[in-house]
């Protein structure tokens, strides 16, 4: 499984009881896409494939031809096939018999990728920015209750392998592209499944034909620095508490949760982390964080 960039990933809680639940038995929940909090993921798809492209011009399907025989043909076979169909007069029927198939096949891919995988959304620093998640206003905001909540920065190459040890199922990760949403057209989503699959060699993704385009959201989501988890298995993946790096928790969370959490925290052996409180400066309206407890000692 590809592992994220940058050193850490972070997980914002509002500290429901199932938030510490979650900690306390050291599982990371996934979610099905429906559930998601942007109503315009699966719509954007939904789009893609109710579009094909109606016309295609020569270039262009041999272009396409190329990419889709790359990894099971030669060179020099796919250019004696284009040339043999041209004086036969046949590719394009042939073309249409293979666009007709793929659309259809497509479809039916999205209808059981989005009805088994599941997703869990982490969140990376700004790399390029230097910019920490942990610091990020409006992640506190609205996925950590304003500042009531808690975040957990895990180590991502640990988490990672920690996913793959624990559990008997396939994870891909990806990070999430921010744009302004247009249509997107059957072309396009041929184009960038064969493309993917000539650098990787591996289609796992039936997977990735899909999964790719669920990587898009609307840049209004920006801040959110997405990446994004997604597996064919249960809610519930577990990993290893030694793959948390810190626990942060909002200064406006009320002081009896707060016991409640550090009891959680001191009752799982294999958390061995500092727990920080994350305060707002009243001069520059920054957030900081200030040590609380370190339970390795």
Not at 63 to 70: E, G, H, I, Q
Not at 204 to 227: A, P, R
Not at 259 to 264: A, G, I, M, P, T
Request: contains cysteine; proline residues 2%; charged residues 30%.
């Amino acid at each position: 499984m590809k592992y994220f960039n940058g050193s850490s990933v972070h997980r914002f809680y509002s500290n429901f009881p199932h938030d510490r639940c979650a900690l306390k038995d050291d599982y990371l929940w996934f979610s099905h896409y429906s559930h998601l909090n942007d109503p315009f993921e699966d719509v954007y798809i939904k789009n893609a494939l109710q579009q094909p492209k109606g016309s295609w011009s020569k270039e262009e399907a041999y272009d396409l031809y190329r990419k889709m025989n790359k990894t099971s043909l030669s060179p020099e076979e796919i250019e004696n096939d284009l040339v043999r169909f041209e004086m036969e007069q046949s590719f394009d029927e042939r073309f249409k018999i293979i666009m007709e198939r793929t659309y259809e096949l497509s479809k039916s891919l999205f209808n059981n990728y989005v009805g088994k995988s599941k997703v869990c959304c982490l969140t990376v620093d700004e790399i390029e920015s230097n910019v920490s998640a942990l610091s990020n206003r409006l992640m506190w905001s609205h996925y950590a209750d304003g500042l009531r909540g808690f975040c957990v920065e895990f180590n991502s190459s640990e988490l990672m392998r920690s996913l793959d040890m624990k559990q008997d199922v396939k994870f891909s990760s990806h990070e999430i592209q921010y744009t302004d949403l247009v249509p997107a057209n059957f072309e396009f989503m041929l184009s960038s499944t064969f493309e993917a699959l000539n650098r990787t060699g591996d289609f796992i993704g039936t997977d990735y034909f899909i999964g790719s385009l669920l990587t898009y959201k609307s840049s209004e989501w920006k801040y959110e620095n997405e990446v994004r988890l997604v597996c064919k298995g249960e809610s519930k993946q577990f990993y290893c508490p030694s793959s948390i790096r810190t626990i942060t928790v909002g200064e406006k969370m009320p002081a009896y949760e707060f016991e409640q959490l550090l009891s959680v925290l001191r009752g799982n052996e294999g958390i061995r982390c500092k727990i920080f409180k994350a305060k707002i400066n009243i001069e520059n309206f920054e957030l900081e964080r200030e040590l609380v407890c370190d339970l390795a000692q």
